[in-house]
Every structure is written in C-alpha cells, then in structure tokens.
C-alpha cells in the first residue's frame, strides 16, 4: 500500500534495526522518522503526530508498553496505530500487548514482506474504519437534516395556517358580538408574531454564523423591554393559567443590545412556560451585576432536564432533532440563541442544578453604554 502521506515513528534501540527498517519502508513511499531512544520517541510522537508508530519493547528507561500507554492516555495522540516489535516470542507477550490496545505485532527477526504486509493491513484497516465512520456521520446528518426540514416545515405552516384562517372566518361571517371577531383577530395577531419570531431566529441564527451579532450596548428598559416581554410570551400559554412572579432588584441597570436582549428573554420565558405543567409557577428574578450588567434567574416547576443533557440542549435545533416523538413544538433554538447573545458579551448561559423543574441562569457582565 504506497501512500507518501503516510508518516511513520519508528522506535528502537538497535541503530542498525532502525536504518535498515527506516530504508525499506521510505522505499515503499513512506515518510519515516525516527528515534533510539524511548523517552525521545514519546516526545517525538506528541510532537510529530505520525500515522503509525513501530516500536520496540524491549527498551532502557521506557519499554514499549509503557510508551504505548503514555501515548494513548494523551488526547492528541490517543488513536495512533501500534506495531510492536519484540525480540521475545512468547505467547504471554503477544497477547499482552494485543490487550494493551496496539494493533499488531511482530517479532525479531522477521522477513522485510511480513512487515510490509503487516503495516499495509494496519493503513487498510484503519482507512476502512474511518470510512465506515463518515457513513455512519454521513447517514446521521441526512437524518437530523430531514427532521429538521420536516419539522421546520411544520413549525412555519401551523402558525401560517391559523393566520389565514382566522382572517378568513373575520372576512367571510357578519358577528353581531365584536368579542366573537376580536378572538378571531388576537389568534391571527398572535400566531402572526409567532412567524416574526421564527424569522428573527432564523436571521439571528445566519448572522452569529458569520460572527455578525450585535454588541452594542443600550439602556434597556424594565418595564418595556423585560416585563412586558414576559407578559407578551405569557399570552401564548394562557390555557395553562401558569402563575408568574417577577423580582427585580431596584438597583437593575441593564446596558445591552435591545433588539438581542428581548430575544434572548422571549426564549427563556418561552421555554419555562412551555415545559411547564398546566397550573405551575414561573419565578423571573432579575439582579444587578455591576453597572450595566444583570444576572437573570429563571425558575420553573415543569418537567426539568436531566443532568447529562444540561449541555446539549444548548445545540442548534436540539428539540426539533428529536424528530415525530418529541414531545413538544418548537424549533429547538431558544438557549442556542440565548448563550450566543449572553456569550457574545462576555457572559453565559447555563442550566443550574435544580430538583423540582428546571432553573435557567442568564448572565451579562458589566458594560458601558455603546448607544445613548
């Protein structure tokens, strides 16, 4: 198997090995580096990062199962093939260092085919594995990326269609009540905001990929710009009469982009209200984090999110991903969005411990005013 970008380490103490190991294989095409000495060698792999290493066992200082378990305990390097060589033909030997991990081995002396054979079968196999690897990554991203076709599909055509519908049955019927029009116009109003927001997720979404987000820091307004955002998510849940308590510390000065900043709190009221049970309670809580800055606390009594998911969540389209059986709508954005803008001010988003629901934490430092 002639490939010349291949790299091989080969490590051995006998120097004559070595030269005449080093000139059959760069024969065969291969780059060849190499080194007499363990330690060097293990220094040398880190370093060099090769696509093999051939090495001895029998070695002073370090002996080669020692340096195979250096190496693979290294991130960096943990996934380097490993052909031992061995003047020893114990079996015990063999299959030592077959269970260390290493992919073969060979013993001294041996015929220059045999290891030829024995590292082009090494490169085939590892080229086999890796392409099995990209179908199997490959098959899944086709997956996910019809999910979230069909879903987004979906997401965009439900709001849409009650849109239509309610100006329809508001064009098409005399009411003698104006209540019974108004509810018609609320849904349309309604699920007309709910595709502005979809819009403005999906543009937000395009521009922190091009690491286009806005930073400019504004005075935002509590009560417009917090509460009232609050209230406006509130509506769309009415059917669920959540309870909602909102503290905000009279000291609160908040400097951040408006536009993100209503953003990124619809997404977290959004989510509360949406994983939480019908009749529960929603506690915001807003604290002053130096001038400028804010510690949002969002704490609900809803179905919560396991421990090892509490990182997850946050990747684009993670509840949509889920596909027909997840459990709620959505495009599965809100905490992608809301760490991106948080992030992109020098805070975070993250999801804190909490046993009886879920409790979201939103931080933005401290910041001049950009905007006056």
Known sequence: MRNTKKRILVIDDDSHLLIGIKALLEREGYDIFTSGDSTAGMHMAKQQNPDLIICDIMMPFMDGFKLHE?????????????????????????VRGLNTGADDYITKPFDHRELLARVSAIFQRYQKGQEDMRHKMDAEIERIKH???????????????????????????????????????????????????????????????????????????????????????????????????????????IHAPRRE?????????????????????????????????????????????????RKEVFKPYYQISQGDARSFNGLGVGLTIAQAITQSLGGDTTILPYEAGCRVQAIIPPGALDLF
């Open 147 to 253: 999910e979230i076709s069909h879903n987004f599909s979906h997401e965009l055509r439900t709001p849409l269609t009650q849109v239509l519908l309610s100006l329809d049955m508001v064009l098409r019927n005399k009411y003698s009540n104006p209540q019974d029009m108004r509810g018609f116009v609320e849904i349309a109003l309604s699920q007309s905001h709910r595709l502005n927001c979809i819009i403005d997720d999906l543009i937000f979404l395009n521009n922190h990929e091009r690491g286009m987000i806005n930073i400019f820091r504004q005075q935002i307004d509590i009560e417009m710009d917090f509460i009232e955002v609050i209230r406006i998510r509130q509506t769309m849940y009415a059917e669920k009469q959540i309870e909602i308590q909102v503290k905000v510390d009279p000291n609160v000065m």
């Open 70 to 94: 250096t190496v693979t305990s290294d991130d960096a390097t943990k996934n380097i093939p490993f052909l031992f060589l061995s003047a020893r033909a114990s079996q015990e030997d063999k």
């Open 261 to 309: 900043f209503r953003q990124m709190v619809s997404h977290l009221a959004d989510n509360a209200f949406k994983f939480s049970h019908p009749q529960g309670k929603v506690f915001f809580k807003l604290e002053e984090n130096g001038m400028g800055g804010v510690i949002l606390t969002i704490t609900d009594s809803g179905i919560g999110i396991p421990a090892d998911q």
